[in-house]
């Protein structure tokens, strides 16, 4: 199975702040690696998908980047709404894992 | 726009085979180019992604879980369902079902909590 490290585990951030979030994967994959958000008591949610595409409906101010076997989710200018458990998702090769999540929180 | 719900027990005992069904809304199960999927979260942990179908009935699952596993389809009901057998109390999780496009999970259902536990 590829394994999926996310870094940090958890951030405190201001409003305003330029959040970025890593995931690295134990082997290269291709482009299939995506991003979701979640929020307490409730299903995860596609942010990013194919590394750098943003799901409809997903504010601009996420965005998604990387290639080999390390990505970002990059949050230009954090929201309150985006206090939130972030988690990247491969698809290169099944099973598809998760990482372990990066909750946000802010100050 | 496709709405995805789950059902079945919120309890099973411990030994016992979990079963949950998925109903698929506002559009056809057997539309379009997607797979149907399970996946599981424990309370405060990750995602485990459990397997996933396509309507000819191909499956996939994860090899962790593989010899409990088994995902059937039911397009006449527009549903699919999940049966884990032997179960113990570390498959206690909120199960989610989900409708996963070519290379990413596109819809989710709200989840449903099973307990495992005599």
């Known amino acids: 199975d590829i394994q999926m490290t996310q870094s940090p585990s958890s951030l405190s951030a201001s409003i305003g702040d330029r959040v970025t979030i890593t995931c690295r994967t134990s082997?290269?994959?291709?482009?299939?690696l995506n991003w979701y958000q979640q929020k307490p008591g409730k299903a995860p949610k596609l942010l990013i998908y194919?590394?750098?595409s943003l799901q409809s409906g997903v504010p601009s101010r996420f965005s998604g980047s990387g290639s080999g076997t390390e990505f970002t989710l990059t949050i230009s200018s954090l929201q309150v709404e985006d206090s939130a458990t972030y988690y990247c998702?491969?698809?290169?090769?099944?099973?598809?894992?998760f990482g372990q999540g990066t909750k946000v929180e802010i100050k | 726009q496709v709405q995805l719900q789950e059902s079945g027990p919120g309890l099973v005992k411990p030994s016992q085979t979990l079963s949950l069904t998925c109903t698929v809304s506002?559009?056809?199960?057997?539309?379009?180019?997607?797979?149907w999927s399970w996946i599981r979260q424990p309370a405060g942990k990750g995602l485990e992604w459990i397997g996933l179908?396509?309507?000819?009935?191909?499956?996939n699952y994860n090899p962790s879980l593989k010899s409990r596993v088994t995902i059937s389809v039911d397009t006449s009901k527009n549903q699919f369902s999940l049966k884990l057998s032997s179960v113990t109390a570390a498959d206690t999780a909120v199960y989610y079902c989900?409708?996963?496009?070519?290379?990413?999970?596109?819809?989710w259902g709200q989840g449903t909590l099973v307990t495992v536990s005599s």
């Open positions: 082997q290269s994959i291709s482009n299939y």
């Open positions: 194919a590394v750098s």
């Open positions: 998702q491969q698809s290169d090769s099944s099973p598809w894992t």
């Open positions: 989900a409708r996963e496009g070519v290379t990413m999970i596109v819809s």
């Open positions: 179908i396509y309507t000819s009935g191909t499956t």
């Open positions: 506002g559009g056809s199960i057997s539309s379009g180019t997607y797979y």
